[in-house]
C-alpha cells in the first residue's frame, strides 16, 4: 500500500469548514482514498472513500486532485463532537487486505 | 449482532500472566483485523483474517502474541507470558470483503500488565 502524508494537527472554529490534507503521491491507479477517524476512547470510524470522482455523503465531501496525488476530506459545518484523530488511507478496495493508519491529523473544532 | 463486540471491555492482570481477548464481528463479514493502540500512540496493525485464506500474521510483534478465529466468526487474541509493554488497547475490526472495504471497529479492550 502507498504511504500518506498529514500535518499532524489542525484547528477549526465551530460551524466552520474543516479541510483536511493528505498527500499520496505514490499511489497506485487500482488505490483507493479512505478516510477514517477517531473520537478519543473510541474505535475508529468509517467517513469516505473515493478513486478519482469527488465523493459527498452526509458526513464528508471527499476531493481528489486530477493527478490523484492528494486529496482533501471537508467536513462542511464542523460541530465539537467533530473533534478527533483523521486518518487517511490508501489501498486497493475489493480485494481485502490490512489497513494500515499512520499517525493521522489531530483536528481540534474550537466554540 | 448490531456491531463489533469485544470483551472483556477491560482487562487487568499481572505480569507473565496468559490473556485471551475475545471479539464478536457482524454477522456474515468475512473479514476480521486486530490492532493495538499504546497510550497516545496511533493504530498498530496486528493480525488479518479473510474466509478460509491463511490470516496475515505479519504485524505480531512476538511468538507470545497469536490469535485465532473459529468457524469464521469469533476471534480470540491470546497474549502469553504478558509484559508490560504489552499494556495497550486491542482493537478488533470486521467487514465484507468485496464492499469497498468499509471496516467497523469494536470498542476495544483495554489490558494493563501489572
Known amino acids: 500500500d502507498a504511504k500518506t502524508t498529514q500535518p499532524p494537527s489542525m484547528d477549526c472554529a465551530e460551524g466552520r469548514a474543516a479541510n483536511l490534507p493528505c498527500n499520496h503521491s505514490t499511489i497506485s491507479g487500482n488505490e483507493y482514498v479512505y478516510w477514517y477517524r477517531q473520537i478519543h476512547s473510541q474505535g475508529p470510524q468509517y467517513i469516505i472513500h473515493?478513486?478519482?470522482n469527488n465523493e459527498t455523503n452526509e458526513m464528508a465531501s471527499l476531493i481528489i486532485t486530477e493527478d490523484r496525488k492528494s486529496s482533501t476530506l471537508i467536513l462542511p459545518h464542523a460541530t465539537l463532537r467533530d473533534t478527533a484523530v483523521y486518518y487517511c488511507?490508501?489501498?486497493?478496495?475489493?480485494?481485502?487486505?490490512?489497513?494500515?493508519f499512520g499517525q493521522g491529523t489531530e483536528l481540534s473544532v474550537k466554540p | 449482532g448490531a456491531g463489533v463486540s469485544q470483551s472483556p471491555s477491560n482487562k487487568v492482570t499481572e505480569k507473565g500472566k496468559d490473556v485471551e481477548l475475545r471479539c464478536d464481528p457482524i454477522s456474515g463479514h468475512t473479514a476480521l483485523y486486530w490492532y493495538r493502540q499504546s497510550l497516545g500512540q496511533g493504530l498498530e496493525f496486528l493480525i488479518y483474517f479473510q474466509g478460509n485464506s491463511a490470516p496475515d500474521k505479519s504485524g505480531l510483534p512476538s511468538d507470545r502474541f497469536s490469535a485465532e478465529r473459529t468457524g469464521g466468526s469469533v476471534s480470540t487474541l491470546t497474549i502469553q507470558r504478558t509484559q508490560q509493554e504489552d499494556s495497550a488497547v486491542y482493537l478488533c475490526?470486521?467487514?465484507?470483503?468485496?464492499?469497498?472495504?468499509?471496516?467497523?471497529f469494536g470498542q476495544g479492550t483495554r489490558l494493563t500488565v501489572v
Open positions: 473515493g478513486l478519482k
Open positions: 488511507i490508501v489501498r486497493v478496495a475489493n480485494q481485502g487486505g490490512k489497513l494500515i
Open positions: 475490526a470486521s467487514s465484507f470483503k468485496g464492499s469497498g472495504t468499509e471496516a467497523f
